[in-house]
């Protein structure tokens, strides 16, 4: 019996050493377990850290792009497939519509072709790792504005382990309102430049004017009276020859009457000196004129008269124009004086006048013969003044006209005309005097600009 | 008597192609030809001359410079800068010095229309004394209180072209030295000359103008005290007659130009007296007080003591620098009365408002 309960006993007591061994195993699970699950929390915890940050740097990002209105670009180098950013699209145009393909193909294509070479150049240079950013301010064509002009920056951002570029990344800019800015700036300073030197001109060119006029008046002067004693000369040659008097003499006054050509030179010389006279005048008049064009403006708004302002613009664009038009003039006789910055109505005129013979080459050119009117005329209208300019040219067409005002927008092939003019005439009326510039077109009837100015500065 | 005229410019060509140009006025003119600066001084040390034309820039001593010297050396003459000049700086710097600017290229009409009728306006002025006495003045003095205002309203950060405009209509003095300069060949490319102030003002634009009254010292103030009270009350006398002549000229009908000139004459007719207070200070004092004592006319009075009327003197200044001869004419002859006429000039409107005055205040005194 004793074995028995010995036997159970030691039953007994294995069993509770295994339980306790189990117990403990269960606890080592446990205490396992926990850890692991405080690991998980605290790896969960980081997890959610790590989402947050990057929630919230992608939130930033797109603060960052949004505020700057830039657009973003990542580029596989391999595929060539490309990620560009909806302001991206936007920027140039692209929307619901028409869509932007997600391929760098889609963007190089789009650069104007002068800015193609110098792109491509900074491009070799920043992956052969010369630079170490992409900088490039280029041209892209806008879906229906013409030209944007663009600030692109980035860099290469993964390289494989020959050390050739995987991926490229980075931002874009529209900058074509800077660039404007820019342009004018470079404009005026042009302008001034010349403007000093054709001051300096025309200077030097009115003192020979000067006395070369001078001296063609005092030959017209002397003329009648020289004429009247060559009248003389043959009489008085026929009377010495049939006189007593000494015959050499006879002869060599003869001579020198034959020799001096004296019926042609008594019937030319007055009409040699008019004519000089004429083309003196005509010289002194350009030259005035050119003389007001450059005179250096003084910045601030000044009375001036339009129609001798226009007057003069005309006469110093004349080369522009008398090959393909003839000018007209229509002035209002009565028009006030007018508060303008009177360099940039002047530049503003003779852009207007240039497109106008622009505008007219082109429809004659194109077989209709003849030359073309290009009228200008001033009117007085309430408080303001008008000018008009009126052209028998080619027209503009009805796709072009909301955008002919667009800086870098132009039809003239590329490398021709810069897309400004009109551009400059819109800033320098509208925002400069306060003005309105607009216009009415026909194709192949011509059109006129009519550019109004308020008379008197707001003070 | 001939005139004896200096001309003066660097380059030979020009002088001998002016003395050709101007041959046909030999009997008129006994000109002169001064190579440069230098020979110029040199010309006027040794003789007198009536008229001296000079260029503007020369090597040695520049017209303007010349021009200085002129002044002190033979303060008589009419000074006259013939350039081709462009710049802001030598502009303002002749109208300092020069009576009148003119431009290359200059034709033979222009010059003879410029110096013969000032030179004739000389004649009427009795002794020399008061024919050099005009000649040499440069400026006009304003009143003091009208000049402050300029000087306070121009230095502003936003001056007003209206108020500097009105400032300067309201003084004598500034209006005839702002035409004068306004209608130099330099600031008045259109060759139209301007009566009309505010259109003067907005022709040279503010920055001109201050630099005219800060820097270059186109306009200063009157400084005889005791005949400060006469220059005020001169001034309101003016200013009501220009107004009179423009609603005068204006109710007439009478075209723009002459209602600009028959309102400008109206204004600068008693200029004369301004020259005289100027130059004589009390003395002229002493002869404003016997015109009224004696119930003379007081241009009478200064003819038999001046040698000339304030008419004359006011035509002469005018004249001498550049107004335009309807102006001219009416302040000469506003003394004369040539009664009702059929028709109107700057004179004659001056002529009938000056009367309706005179009938009004019931004297006949002063001239007014």
Same mark, same amino acid.
């Given at each position: 019996m004793k074995n028995t309960i010995d036997e159970r006993e030691d039953q007994l007591q294995s069993e509770v050493a295994q339980r306790q061994e189990v117990e403990q195993e269960l606890l080592r699970y446990i205490s396992e377990m926990d850890e692991a699950r405080d690991r998980v929390e605290r790896q969960a915890a980081t997890l959610i850290e790590q989402a947050e940050a990057l929630h919230q740097g992608k939130e930033r990002l797109d603060i960052v792009l949004q505020g700057s209105k830039d657009g973003f670009w990542d580029w596989n180098l391999r595929t060539g497939s490309a990620y560009f950013s909806p302001r991206l699209a936007e920027m140039l145009g692209y929307?619901?519509?028409?869509?932007?393909?997600?391929?760098?193909?889609?963007?190089? @294509?789009?650069?104007?072709?002068?800015?193609?070479?110098?792109?491509?150049?900074?491009?070799?240079?920043?992956?052969?790792?010369?630079?170490?950013? &992409?900088?490039?301010?280029?041209?892209?064509?806008?879906?229906?504005?013409?030209? =944007?002009?663009?600030?692109?920056?980035?860099?290469?951002?993964?390289?494989?382990?020959?050390?050739?570029?995987?991926?490229?990344?980075?931002?874009?800019?529209?900058? %074509?309102?800077?660039?404007?800015?820019?342009?004018?700036?470079?404009?005026?300073?042009?302008?001034?430049?010349?403007?000093?030197?054709?001051?300096?001109? +025309?200077?030097?060119?009115? %003192? /020979?004017?000067?006395?070369?006029?001078?001296?063609?008046? &005092?030959?017209?002067?002397?003329?009648?009276?020289?004429?009247?004693?060559?009248?003389?000369?043959? /009489?008085?040659?026929?009377?010495?020859?049939?006189?007593?008097?000494?015959?050499?003499?006879?002869?060599?006054?003869?001579?020198?009457?034959?020799?001096? *050509?004296? @019926?042609?030179?008594?019937?030319?010389?007055?009409?040699?000196?008019?004519?000089?006279?004429?083309?003196?005048?005509?010289?002194? =008049?350009?030259?005035?004129?050119?003389?007001?064009?450059?005179? /250096?403006?003084?910045?601030? =708004?000044?009375?001036?008269?339009? @129609?001798?302002?226009?007057? +003069? %613009?005309?006469?110093?664009?004349?080369?522009?124009?008398?090959?393909?038009?003839?000018?007209?003039?229509? &002035? *209002?006789?009565?028009?006030?004086?007018?508060?303008?910055?009177?360099?940039? &109505?002047?530049?503003?005129?003779? @852009?207007?006048?240039?497109?106008?013979?622009?505008?007219?080459?082109?429809k004659i050119s194109g077989g209709s013969g003849g030359k073309g009117t290009i009228t200008i005329g001033t009117r007085s209208a309430g408080d303001s003044v008008e000018i008009w300019i009126q052209d028998t040219g080619a027209g503009i067409p009805e796709a072009f006209r909301s955008r002919i005002f667009e800086p870098f927008f132009t039809t003239k092939k590329v490398g021709k005309g810069t897309g400004q003019g009109l551009s400059l005439a819109h800033s320098a009326i509208v925002r400069r005097h306060g003005g309105q510039i607009r216009f009415d077109s026909h194709v192949d009837v011509g059109t006129t600009f009519f550019v109004r100015l308020p008379i008197a500065t707001a003070e | 008597m001939p005139q004896h005229i200096l001309f003066v410019d660097d380059n030979p060509l020009m002088l001998a192609g002016l003395g050709r140009m101007l041959r046909p006025m030999r009997h008129e003119w006994d000109m002169a030809f001064a190579p440069g600066g230098a020979a110029a001084l040199a010309a006027i040390e040794a003789s007198s001359y009536d008229v001296i034309v000079s260029d503007m820039r020369m090597p040695d001593i520049d017209g303007a410079e010349l021009l200085r010297y002129a002044i002190r050396i033979q303060p008589r003459a009419m000074r006259i800068i013939l350039s081709g000049q462009a710049s802001y700086g030598a502009s303002l710097r002749s109208v300092q010095t020069a009576h009148q600017c003119l431009s290359k290229p200059c034709e033979m009409a222009m010059l003879t229309g410029k110096i013969g009728p000032a030179l004739a306006r000389r004649a009427p002025l009795g002794g020399e004394e008061i024919a050099v006495a005009v000649s040499e003045m440069t400026t006009l003095p304003s009143r003091p209180e009208a000049h402050r205002h300029l000087l306070a309203e121009l230095q502003t950060p936003n001056p007003s072209t209206h108020h500097t405009a009105e400032i300067i209509a309201s003084d004598l003095g500034m209006t005839c030295k702002l035409l004068q300069v306004a209608n130099s060949a330099f600031f008045s490319n259109d060759r139209r000359q301007t009566l009309d102030v505010g259109h003067a003002v907005r022709r040279l634009g503010l920055d001109i103008v201050r630099q005219l009254a800060v820097s270059a010292g186109a306009f200063n103030e009157f400084d005889c005290q005791e005949l400060l009270p006469f220059v005020e009350e001169l001034s309101i006398h003016s200013i009501e007659t220009r107004d009179r002549s423009e609603v005068v000229a204006t109710s007439k009908g009478l075209a723009r130009p002459i209602i600009e000139a028959a309102s400008t004459a109206g204004l600068l007719h008693d200029v004369g007296k301004l020259v005289f207070a100027a130059i004589y200070g009390p003395r002229y004092g002493q002869i404003l007080r016997r015109a009224r004592e004696e119930q003379v006319p007081l241009w009478c009075v200064e003819r038999d003591h001046l040698g000339a009327s304030h008419a004359d003197v006011g035509a002469y200044l005018l004249a001498l620098w550049g107004l335009s001869e309807p102006v001219v004419d009416a302040v000469a002859h506003h003394h004369h009365d040539e009664g009702p006429v059929s028709e109107f000039s700057a004179r004659t409107v001056l002529q009938a408002v000056l009367r309706t005055q005179r009938l009004q205040s019931g004297q006949h005194i002063n001239g007014k």
């Open positions: 929307g619901d519509e028409t869509v932007l393909d997600q391929h760098i193909g889609a963007w190089t @294509n789009l650069i104007h072709p002068d800015d193609r070479g110098h792109t491509l150049d900074a491009w070799k240079q920043h992956i052969a790792g010369h630079t170490t950013r &992409f900088e490039n301010e280029h041209r892209l064509r806008h879906t229906t504005e013409g030209w =944007k002009w663009v600030l692109v920056r980035g860099q290469v951002v993964e390289r494989d382990a020959n050390g050739s570029p995987r991926r490229a990344a980075g931002v874009i800019s529209d900058v %074509t309102d800077r660039k404007r800015l820019e342009t004018e700036l470079r404009q005026s300073q042009k302008l001034e430049a010349v403007g000093q030197l054709a001051a300096g001109i +025309t200077h030097e060119l009115n %003192t /020979p004017i000067q006395y070369i006029g001078g001296n063609v008046q &005092f030959l017209r002067d002397i003329c009648r009276p020289l004429a009247a004693l060559l009248e003389l000369c043959d /009489p008085a040659q026929e009377a010495l020859a049939g006189s007593s008097a000494d015959p050499m003499l006879a002869d060599r006054f003869k001579a020198a009457i034959d020799a001096a *050509d004296l @019926n042609y030179l008594r019937a030319e010389m007055p009409r040699a000196i008019e004519e000089s006279l004429e083309g003196v005048d005509r010289v002194g =008049k350009i030259v005035r004129a050119l003389k007001e064009f450059a005179h /250096p403006g003084q910045g601030e =708004k000044v009375a001036v008269d339009l @129609n001798h302002a226009i007057e +003069t %613009t005309i006469t110093i664009a004349r080369n522009e124009w008398r090959y393909v038009a003839d000018v007209v003039t229509a &002035f *209002d006789p009565e028009l006030p004086p007018v508060a303008c910055l009177i360099d940039e &109505f002047n530049q503003v005129i003779l @852009n207007l006048l240039i497109n106008a013979s622009h505008a007219i080459e082109e | -």
